[in-house]
């Protein structure tokens, strides 16, 4: 069930910033887990707005292979700043929000099974011109770090395999450049903020469960084991964001069962 706060927090947002000429461009903020993508699309069916995700813009897996073997090796992962075509994402949203009434628009998707983006044919496409366009991503609104919070690294990830930073300041490098061009162009950012980071891998292994039709319970240790590796990768931004680093317009703290706490 999704709070229907947020649901309503949503809609303010996009009424707030609605004008005859202009649709509005919500973001929606959350590490691995937190709802921000369920909520996205609840949110869009109740509005008719358009919906899609960073999820969906990352780079082919050519293109990240490349940038893995010119800028460090760790590019290869999708999901850090980098690793997203913010080029396909601008195309899409300035459709989206030029679109008319008899528009269809195709929205970028990428199939996580085969790690590469989906063929063209198969991306879904929105008919119409929308109320709002909803994008939900884990680091939207995220700010850069300073240099000097760069220098340690914060798990054994980085310790091990970008031990002169590399990978961790052209990661920040590009949330201080195209990344934060692109979020100064959100009407508005709400964040779903996690209790802690370490909720996030438990969370994620529940997500993993529901798309293989499992209890969470019953989600096969080797998948957790291989989870655990995966989601050091968004851990130093993702701390960063839960102690003050996003620009957010609204801001809703989580318990580790997702629940909105008191406010």
Avoid at 16 to 22: C, E, I, S, T
Avoid at 48 to 60: E, K, P
Wanted: a negative charge; charged letters at 25%.
């Amino acid at each position: 069930m999704i709070d229907a706060r947020l649901l309503d927090a949503v809609g303010s947002l996009a009424a707030l910033n609605a004008r005859p000429d202009h649709i509005p461009l919500i973001g929606i903020a959350g590490a691995q887990g937190s709802g921000k993508t369920t909520l996205a699309r609840a949110a869009a069916e109740r509005l008719g707005a358009a919906h899609l995700s960073l999820d969906d813009v990352y780079l082919t897996r050519a293109e990240r292979q490349a940038l893995a073997r010119e800028v460090h090796p760790l590019f290869a992962v999708r999901g850090p700043p980098g690793t997203h075509d913010l080029g396909l994402l601008e195309r899409t949203l300035a459709d989206l929000r030029a679109a008319g009434a008899d528009s269809r628009t195709p929205l970028p998707a990428f199939d996580k099974l085969v790690d590469d983006r989906a063929p063209r044919t198969d991306w879904p496409v929105f008919a119409g011109r929308p109320s709002a366009v909803l994008v939900d991503g884990w680091c939207l609104g995220a700010t850069p770090q300073a240099e000097a919070d760069l220098a340690a690294p914060v798990n054994a990830l980085e310790a091990e395999r970008d031990g002169q930073g590399i990978w961790r300041r052209a990661a920040n490098a590009a949330l201080a450049g195209p990344y934060a061009e692109v979020f100064s162009r959100f009407d508005a950012v709400l964040f779903l903020k996690a209790p802690s980071f370490d909720a996030v891998l438990d969370w994620r292994c529940e997500q993993e469960a529901v798309l293989m039709n499992l209890p969470p319970a019953d989600l096969p240790p080797a998948r957790r084991a291989e989870l655990a590796v995966f989601i050091p990768h968004f851990e130093r931004i993702t701390r960063h964001m839960l102690a003050g680093g996003i620009q957010a317009d609204m801001t809703f703290a989580l318990n580790r069962s997702r629940r909105l706490l008191a406010t």
